[in-house]
Nanobody, 126 residues
Framework: QVQLVESGGGSVQAGGSLRLSCAAS????????VGWFRQAPGKEREGVAA????????YYADSVKGRFTISQDKAKNTVYLQMNSLKPDDTAMYYC???????????????????WGQGTRVTVSS
């Protein structure tokens, strides 16, 4: 089993920054990808960014490219999401998730992930 705990959410004004953290514990060898997802009220959960734990490759949704950066600290089993130039449209509950994926091309699909954190809320005001 894998336990994921997110932190770092909060309320900021448009243009501000936040850094989310996702700390993993348990059987950390059971996954090779960690992704960040978000879900706004009334909308489907969407993939924001993901990283390949083994090699460090990163993937981003078009809506956040150039503004968000995903990174990892292997020693701490922690994945971060640095969010800059935040917009009101970024307001959502943010979740981290982990999975053993055989193909990077499905990183953005929530159904591909079997371990999930409880989420952390991000609110961006205009």
């Amino acid at each position: 089993q894998v336990q994921l705990v997110e932190s770092g959410g909060g309320s900021v004004q448009a243009g501000g920054s936040l850094r989310l953290s996702c700390a993993a514990s348990g059987n950390t060898y059971s996954y090779n990808y960690v992704g960040w997802f978000r879900q706004a009220p009334g909308k489907e959960r969407e993939g924001v960014a993901a990283t390949y734990i083994g090699g460090g490759s990163t993937y981003y949704a078009d809506s956040v490219k150039g503004r968000f950066t995903i990174s990892q600290d292997k020693a701490k089993n922690t994945v971060y999401l640095q969010m800059n130039s935040l917009k009101p449209d970024d307001t959502a509950m943010y979740y981290c998730a982990a999975a053993r994926l055989g193909y990077y091309g499905i990183w953005y699909r929530p159904q591909a992930y079997n371990y999930w954190g409880q989420g952390t809320r991000v609110t961006v005001s205009s």
